[in-house]
């Protein structure tokens, strides 16, 4: 059994790269609604085919940015290095904004921080604060941007060879606890802003005007990747989003 972040499968079923499309989900009411419904259904399905039998999406947060220099329009990604996971939806997200991706691995961020081998990086609060990417980084932006969803899943030939009374109990409580662990979540990251903020990180909210911005500018990678995840379920995605919206 493990949990990862759904952009770690992408490569394994294009499908997934959905979830870390930017600025696909308005909240995260809209974006538990997809998840947890027959579309994250689908999504995870075809990880089927490869040993691997999906269980549940997990809660950590939207991301934010951090940075050295303030950034509230795409254009102030022009020329940066920003660390990304070595995943090609986030790094065509920021080729489009102008920036040059960054693949590094998670334990070297801070490092590459502070010795200015990357500018910035994106990341949910939890691990901007439990890394404490604050202390070397000035800026932190916060856009909700893209969300970053943890994936529960385990051995399938595993799973297939135990009764069926223990794959409903395993099945049935990964999702219960996914369900509680939201509120939790919800909760900590409170927390970890406010101690962001105390640190002296200069905390700095888009506006609805520069969320747009960065939208628009965004295009270009939907346009990338719908084939590959696939026409017909992106648009159902897109029109449930638009029908369940605020």
């Known amino acids: 059994m493990t949990l990862l972040p759904t952009a770690k499968f992408g490569g394994f079923d294009q499908r997934l790269t959905m979830v870390d499309l930017p ?11 997809v998840l947890d419904g027959e579309i994250g259904n689908e999504i995870m399905s075809g990880l089927d085919d490869i040993g691997i039998k999906g269980i549940s999406f997990y809660a950590e947060g939207f991301k934010a940015f951090t940075s050295n ?16 996971m070595e995943a090609p939806v986030i790094m065509s997200q920021y080729k489009a904004w102008g920036a040059n991706p960054v693949p590094i691995d998670f334990a070297e961020v801070y490092n590459s921080l502070q010795q200015g081998v990357v500018d910035g990086q994106e990341n949910p609060y939890l691990s901007i604060h439990d890394m ?16 970053l ?26 999702r219960e606890v996914a369900e509680s662990h939201k509120g939790l979540m919800a909760e900590a990251n409170d927390g970890y802003v406010k101690n962001i903020k105390d640190s002296g990180t200069i905390v700095y909210e888009l506006t609805p005007e520069e969320r747009e911005a960065f939208r628009k500018a965004s295009e270009p990678v939907y346009d990338e990747f719908k084939d590959k995840i696939g026409a017909d379920l992106m648009d159902r995605t897109l029109k449930f989003i638009q029908e369940n919206s605020k």
């Open 132 to 147: 404490k990417f604050y202390e070397v980084q000035k800026y932190m932006t916060v856009g909700d941007h893209a969300y």
């Open 149 to 174: 969803s943890y994936f529960m899943s385990v051995s399938k030939k595993w799973y297939d060879s135990l009764p069926e009374d223990l794959q409903k109990l395993i099945y049935d409580t990964g």
């Open 69 to 84: 220099k303030e950034i509230h329009l795409p254009q102030d990604f022009k020329g940066l290095k920003i660390r990304t």
């Open 23 to 33: 600025f696909l989900f308005p909240d995260e009411d809209v974006l538990w609604k």
